[in-house]
């Protein structure tokens, strides 16, 4: 028998770095917050993105109805549809191999109640082949996330500022501020915990109140704009690499250039073509 050491049996279990080829799950999700373990979650929506970033060992990409804002060109999630999601979760589905794939339920999807949940979290697992879904809502969420998990569909559940409210709230604004707040804030946390979600996003949250709530609850905590001690990170991908125009909120830190680099190649081609510097004989048959 090949004896393994216990580091290596660690380096195949880390969420990132980790060695092992399959599919995440949520066993993993819930192993690495024993170990204490911290990770990364970014989103994607096309099978390409999904691909390098699935080849660079993020564990858990979400298909976010951010997609409305930076891929489908809406000025808020709000327009998003369910055609929409499915059809892009299938691509990110199809250009990964390891990552955990959540799909977000968009606005509309699951506010009806349980029912409308389940029909639409479905949906996405059999014809996507998502591996959990994601909604928005605490206690007021707490049915859907329940009738989901019993259903065998694994829920990633989002409090904080949740964007589909962007109307209700007129704007974006830092949540949990004030005791009350505070307090509504740990409700909703531990309602979505005892409901049965694998995970839960704390968004725009003071980084005090962020790490009570991972303190206190035994399921993951992914932050954005919530400080360093949740048990992961997320962030939109356009705006981690750069390729968000304008302004991006101050939670965000770019790792790269993506916009001015792709605008410099496609000027850079313009002018070889308009110059008649392309194509050139190497790439030209005969």
Known sequence: MTHVSPARKQSEKALYGGTGSRRITIRDIAAAKERAEKWPMLTAYDAMTASVFDQAGIPVLLVGDSMGNCHLGYESTVPVTMDETALLSAAVVRGTRRALVVGDLPFGSYQEGPVQALRNATRLV????????????????????????????????????????????????????????????????????????FAVVLELVPAELAAEVTRSLHIAT???GAGPDCDAQVLVWTDMAGMTDGRVPRFVKQYAQLRQGLGDAARAFAEDVVGGAYPAEEHSFH
């Open 126 to 197: 059999k014809e996507a082949g998502v591996g959990a879904v994601k909604l928005e809502g605490g206690e007021r969420s707490a049915h859907q996330i329940e009738l989901l998990v019993q259903s065998g569909i694994p829920v990633m559940a989002h409090i904080g500022l949740t964007p589909q409210s962007v109307n209700a709230y007129g704007g974006y604004p830092v949540q949990g501020r004030g005791e009350e707040a505070a307090q509504q804030l740990l409700r909703d946390a531990k309602a979505v915990q005892d409901a049965g979600a």
């Open 222 to 224: 992914v932050g954005i």
